[in-house]
């Protein structure tokens, strides 16, 4: 079967047949690599110089561990598509139970829309830097408008949109990039001490927290763009391309943000990027601006599949539209203090997905008792699941530096960590131990 993109998707949630699966794994690869060319990606490289207060040579080394370790758990989890044929969440149900994946199913709603909104924000910001004039009232409706009428279509002119976003934002990153150089004089001596030092521990939580968290977020989406793909296509394959294109993308952006934050120290994250590069401005503007929209059709679309995976009874198209809405709404508020709530709302996706997520992938890829049938029909409860999932988070709270001060036992043991947080790899570790011990020796079939 080909494509179909002018075609509005009349899927949701059901199980995609065999007769209807069409498309190459590399469509992954373009896929992550557009959506990860993105505004978010280059601020968290702006901030690292910035805000965290580090050297480019001790920044980049963080940055790509933290993108390194958030795209191995975003290849393993597109790899579950073309096997099991469900949206990530719907696949969920097998580990947790019908209701009980009610919880992720909705904390996935809130991230997503959460991510569409911050990605408006952020393009609305970078908007205003070429139209001055412009309110961010009728910048955000515009973004949000167009955004919405893509995921609306569904999955396959996402993945045309994204294919024809990974040259066009390629090229205009790389145009930064080397705009950016030269305007500097073709030096990078300035930035690169021989003997840079060893940044503050703290710094070095947070930066690799913020990395981590924005590529390992995209995991509960990435079985939605890759269920069509016929079920008999090498799921290492599939992992690898996703990994790949979401962490060089990832990195690659971070990397430009944090040599053109030292560029720009004092300046706002857009403005300064504008008035450095001159005539060449614009186009950096325009980059950022369509890296919004990359990211933020995959964020409006996925979070259509997680309202349905709450049983809520409309159509997709109707759920994107209503999505839509609430994000649009959400900007509006929270376009105020956007840097302080941009690196908690980073900090706080963590705290559900990381062991969530643990539990997933050992069902999937340990215990191998995921499975079509198991997915399609599954008990309406899993308590071990829930349980091994409730004790990961519980056991991870000492390590947890939310933005509120909630007092002991919050944070007790985060000076461990100079006061980072990294409460999120404590709950993976432990969800995933748990999980394997909790399951009995009996194993579901799986259904290939």
Not at 49 to 72: D, E, H, K, M, S
Not at 73 to 79: C, K, Q
Not at 178 to 199: C, M, R, S, T, V
Not at 332 to 354: M, P, S
Request: glycine fraction near 10%; include cysteine.
């Amino acid at each position: 079967m080909a494509d179909k993109p002018v075609v509005i998707e009349k899927t949701g949630i059901e199980h995609i047949p065999a007769e209807e699966r069409h498309g190459s794994p590399g469509r992954v690869f373009t896929l992550w690599f557009a959506a990860n060319l993105t505004v978010a990606d280059y601020v968290i490289g702006v901030l690292s110089v910035q805000f965290f207060g580090l050297t480019i040579p001790q920044a980049l080394p963080i940055l790509l561990l933290g993108n390194i370790l958030g795209g191995l758990l975003l290849g393993l989890s597109a790899a579950m598509g073309p096997k099991l044929g469900f949206p990530q969440m719907l696949s969920s149900r097998s580990s947790f139970g019908r209701r009980g994946n009610y919880f992720f199913g909705a904390f996935n709603w809130i991230s997503t829309v959460g991510w569409f909104t911050v990605n408006t924000i952020l393009g609305v910001a970078a908007l205003q830097v070429l139209f001055p004039s412009l309110s961010f009232y009728a910048g955000a409706s515009a973004l949000v408008v167009a955004q919405v009428l893509v995921a609306v279509y569904g999955h396959d002119f996402i993945h045309l949109f994204e294919k024809v976003m990974a040259v066009v934002l390629g090229v205009l990153f790389l145009g930064v990039f080397i705009a950016a150089l030269e305007a500097n004089g073709g030096q990078l001596a300035f930035i690169l001490p021989l003997y840079p030092g060893l940044p503050p521990l703290r710094a070095v939580g947070l930066l690799l927290a913020a990395a981590f968290s924005y590529l390992m977020s995209w995991s509960p989406y990435a079985s939605d763009y890759s269920r069509y793909l016929p079920a008999d296509v090498s799921g290492r394959r599939v992992a690898l391309l996703a990994f790949a294109g979401g962490a060089a993308a990832s990195f690659a952006i971070e990397a430009i943000g944090a040599f053109v934050g030292v560029l720009t120290q004092g300046l706002g994250l857009f403005q300064g990027l504008y008035e450095l590069l001159g005539s060449v401005g614009p186009v950096a503007i325009l980059a950022i601006v369509l890296g919004a929209a990359a990211a933020n059709v995959l964020n409006i679309y996925t979070n259509s599949l997680s309202a349905l995976v709450l049983d809520i009874r409309v159509k997709r198209w109707m759920a994107v539209v209503a999505g839509g809405a609430v994000g649009l709404a959400l900007s509006i508020y929270g376009q105020v203090n956007f840097v302080a709530n941009y690196e908690n709302f980073l900090l706080v996706l963590d705290y559900w997905i990381t062991p969530w997520l643990g539990i997933v992938l050992v069902d999937y890829f340990v215990l191998r008792r995921t499975s079509v049938e198991t997915s399609a029909n599954p008990l309406m409860w899993d308590w071990k699941a829930l349980g091994a999932y409730l004790v990961a988070v519980l056991v991870s709270v000492p390590y947890m530096v939310p933005s509120l001060n909630l007092g002991f036992p919050f944070g007790a043991l985060a000076y461990v960590f100079g006061g980072a947080d990294f409460s999120y790899f404590v709950s993976f570790g432990v969800a995933c131990v748990l999980i394997f011990a909790l399951r009995n020796t009996r194993r579901a079939p799986k259904d290939h």
